[in-house]
Structure formats: structure tokens, C-alpha cells
């Protein structure tokens, strides 16, 4: 079936320092992976996709790369600030089974000022 | 923002009682889901609707049942809460069932099971 992995954290930074969130995929057939942020007390934003392999999402500063070889899409953002404190799950959504979002279990990311 | 409001926004019952919670969209969406989300497990697909009267089981829907008789109305029923029941449901709806399509979030609902 398919999953998804994710760093659960909490991971703190400082403001202006450099994040990578780690997502790594199992899933049949050739997902659609997305990125979404829930900040406190909200429901789920996307935050950006990517349909196919080597595609680059990117949104607010945020951006992941379709990985197939290494079945990854990794989140980065070069410079993060108080405002990205949230959490940030990575999803699949594969066109067997289904036709749900497969989550990973969300990363809280706190940033200091 | 896409046009989806959940009813009620918090909830709490006892064990054995019957919980029907509510989603609406003024999107003219085709798909709508119910998640639920747990610390530790991320959201979960609870059953999924891809039309009116056209429903299915995802997951985790041990428990729960659903109905959809328009397309702007997509019902999550508990027939008899229990504890584990205990979450934040989230309704998600999309256009369409491509890969590459965005499935849109509700607020969510806090049921709380004693």
C-alpha cells in the first residue's frame, strides 16, 4: 500500500536559518505529492504539488523537487521566519485505490525570533 | 478560499450516542472525503464520496458511516460513539479525481467523546 514518512519533530529554528523537512514515499504507480501547512486551530492549506517526477513545486519561498529515484520531496526554504511556525504534512495521492490523500504523521516546526 | 463549512466546529458526547456531523460546499465539487486527524498518525481517509448517492469506504471507516444526497451535502455518521472516536474531522473536497488535482480542506470539527 502506499505511505508516506515524515520527520515528526518538533524541530525549532531561529528565525533566517535554513529548513529541510524530510518526505520519503512508498506508493504504486506514479503519485502526485503535495505539501500542506496547518497552522494553529486551522484546517489544511496547500502550501505546493509536483505530478511528476523532477518536477519543482513552489510557493512563499517554499520548495520541494519530485524525486523518483530516491522517492523523495523534501520540503527547504532558504530563509524561514516566526510566521512559518506551523504544521507541514506531506501527501501522496496515487490513482489506484482510493482516491484519498495517503498523509505522513506532520512535522510541528516552531521558529524563534 | 474554497466555499466549505463544517457543522458543528466542536462536539461533545457520551459514549452510545448517535454523532452526525455535517459538511457543505458551495464549490459544485464533484469528490468530498472525511479525514480524521490523531497525534501520531497524521489525517486518515474515513469514507470518501465521488457523487451523489456514490460513496466509499477508505481506511479507517470502522464505526463510521456517510451519506450524500445532494452534491453540496456530504454527512459523517457515528452510530454509537465510542472514546476512540475522539478527534478533529476534516472535510476535503476536489473537482476531480486527476492525480494532479488539489483537494481543498474544511476547518474542521472537534468531537470529543466521553
Known amino acids: 500500500g502506499n505511505s508516506v514518512t515524515q520527520m515528526e519533530g518538533p524541530v525549532t529554528l531561529s528565525e533566517e536559518a535554513f529548513l529541510t523537512i524530510n518526505c520519503t514515499y512508498t506508493a504504486t504507480g506514479y503519485p502526485s505529492l503535495f505539501w500542506y501547512v496547518q497552522y494553529p486551530g486551522e484546517g489544511l492549506q496547500l502550501l505546493l504539488k509536483?505530478?511528476?517526477?523532477?518536477d519543482k513545486g513552489s510557493n512563499k519561498g517554499f520548495e520541494a523537487t519530485y524525486r523518483k529515484e530516491t522517492t523523495s520531496f523534501h520540503l527547504e526554504k532558504g530563509s524561514v521566519q516566526v510566521s512559518d511556525s506551523a504544521v507541514y504534512f506531506c501527501a501522496l495521492l496515487s490513482g489506484g485505490g482510493a482516491d484519498g490523500l495517503t498523509f505522513g504523521k506532520g512535522t510541528h516546526l516552531i521558529i524563534q525570533p | 478560499d474554497a466555499g466549505i463549512t463544517q457543522s458543528p466546529r466542536h462536539k461533545v458526547t457520551e459514549t452510545g450516542t448517535p454523532v452526525t456531523l455535517r459538511c457543505h460546499q458551495t464549490?459544485?465539487?464533484?469528490?468530498m472525503y472525511w479525514y480524521r486527524q490523531d497525534p501520531g498518525h497524521g489525517l486518515r481517509l474515513i469514507h470518501y464520496?465521488?457523487?451523489?448517492?456514490?460513496?466509499d469506504k477508505g481506511e479507517v471507516s470502522d464505526g463510521y458511516s456517510v451519506s450524500r444526497s445532494k452534491t453540496e451535502d456530504f454527512l459523517l455518521t457515528l452510530e454509537s460513539a465510542t472514546s476512540s472516536q475522539t478527534s478533529v474531522y476534516f472535510c476535503a473536497i476536489s473537482e476531480s479525481r486527476d492525480s494532479g488535482n488539489e483537494q481543498f480542506f474544511g476547518p474542521g470539527t472537534r468531537l470529543t467523546v466521553l
Open positions: 464549490e459544485n465539487h464533484r469528490y
Open positions: 464520496s465521488y457523487g451523489v448517492k456514490d460513496t
Open positions: 509536483a505530478t511528476k517526477a523532477d
